[in-house]
């Protein structure tokens, strides 16, 4: 009952993020070992999105450590736990955060015992910057601890590049690369570890940074950010992006002037958002009180998964109370439609 409780709710969430980006693109799932243990290891710059764009592209059931704040509700808590949410606290959520952490990392390790999956933002925090940060040592403490308890156990680290057109725009686009499969056993000396697990952190980054744009220069962030968009790159294309990075200082900002193009679909759109007046009227209310700007596409992924259908569901039964129903099922087909247009053709800007 609760796989398919599971696979009910992904399904739903993967009809959310269809009608939230303009493409979503998956290479590499041929590196996905279909059983045994697994961590799924990612860059972290979309917030909510980030998390469940893994486990609705690939067929691994999947848990998935986040951020304790969040469980706070009990009703939520409960709704999470059951979708495999496993919190992990920081300091800031109270002495007895080592305590509870304990608990979490037993709860990891019989997960990996039993061959299943765990994802993990080993960066720690999300952000906006195209590039990998630091790794924390969490995931690389969860399996020592499991090959502390189960030495025999195999565990494989799957590294997920996760790359967006655009982090606050919409309809954005984002490809997703799964890296070749990293023995986790090879890394541990499991009588004598080493505890700042420098090999393994290393090894985890290096291959994070081959399948995502990796900025590593901060000083000139902004300046090869500037470049790389007046290049019109893509950055869908980690591999192009890098092999451009790695010359960018030869790069004029003006070498190659953005192009713009007409988009002959501008009046659909407009009519999809006259359809949508009221839901984007509150949309445009809620998006200027999100303080941190990385859960932008987190509030709309939501409010395009609850609010919007729920208002054409209420203009349809409208339209059918007026008319009739032969009429009201014609509108909501054309709105699905307006839907499916204007979230694939819209134009995005950076």
Not at 58 to 86: E, P
Request: glycine share 4%.
């Amino acid at each position: 009952m609760k796989h398919l409780w599971y696979k009910t709710v992904r399904g739903i969430v993967k009809v959310g993020l269809f009608f939230t980006h303009k493409k979503i693109k998956v290479y590499g799932k041929e590196n996905i070992p279909n059983k045994g243990a697994i961590i799924f290891i990612g860059n972290h710059q979309n917030a909510l999105i980030d998390a469940i764009l893994i486990p609705t592209n690939t067929n691994r059931n999947i848990h998935f450590l986040t951020r304790a704040s969040v469980f706070k509700s009990k009703i939520v808590s409960n709704i999470l736990k059951s979708l495999n949410l496993i919190p992990v606290y920081r300091v800031r959520d109270g002495l007895r955060t080592i305590e509870k952490n304990l608990k979490v990392f037993e709860q990891c390790f019989e997960i990996l015992k039993n061959e299943k999956a765990i994802q993990i933002f080993a960066e720690g925090e999300h952000h906006l910057k195209r590039r990998v940060i630091p790794l924390k040592k969490g995931f690389a403490r969860i399996i020592l601890g499991t090959l502390q308890k189960y030495p025999d156990l195999n565990i494989k680290i799957i590294p997920v590049g996760i790359n967006y057109d655009s982090h606050l725009n919409y309809p954005f686009s984002v490809s997703i690369y799964y890296g070749k499969p990293i023995e986790a056993n090879a890394f541990f000396n499991i009588q004598n570890p080493d505890l700042t697990f420098k090999d393994i952190i290393k090894e985890v980054h290096s291959s994070l940074i081959t399948l995502t744009t990796h900025i590593d220069n901060l000083e000139k962030y902004d300046e090869q950010i500037a470049k790389l968009n007046a290049l019109n790159i893509d950055y869908l294309n980690p591999y192009e992006t890098n092999k451009i990075l790695e010359n960018i200082d030869s790069y004029s900002q003006i070498e190659v002037p953005i192009k713009k193009k007409i988009n002959w679909l501008t009046p659909i759109h407009l009519l999809t958002k006259l359809n949508s007046i009221f839901p984007l009227l509150i949309w445009k209310h809620l998006k200027s009180k999100i303080t941190d700007l990385v859960f932008t596409n987190t509030f709309r992924f939501a409010l395009i998964l609850t609010l919007f259908p729920i208002f054409y569901l209420i203009q349809t039964l409208i339209v059918g109370f007026i008319f009739s129903s032969t009429i009201a099922f014609y509108y909501l087909a054309i709105t699905v439609f307006l839907g499916v247009i204007t979230s694939k053709t819209m134009t995005v800007n950076r």
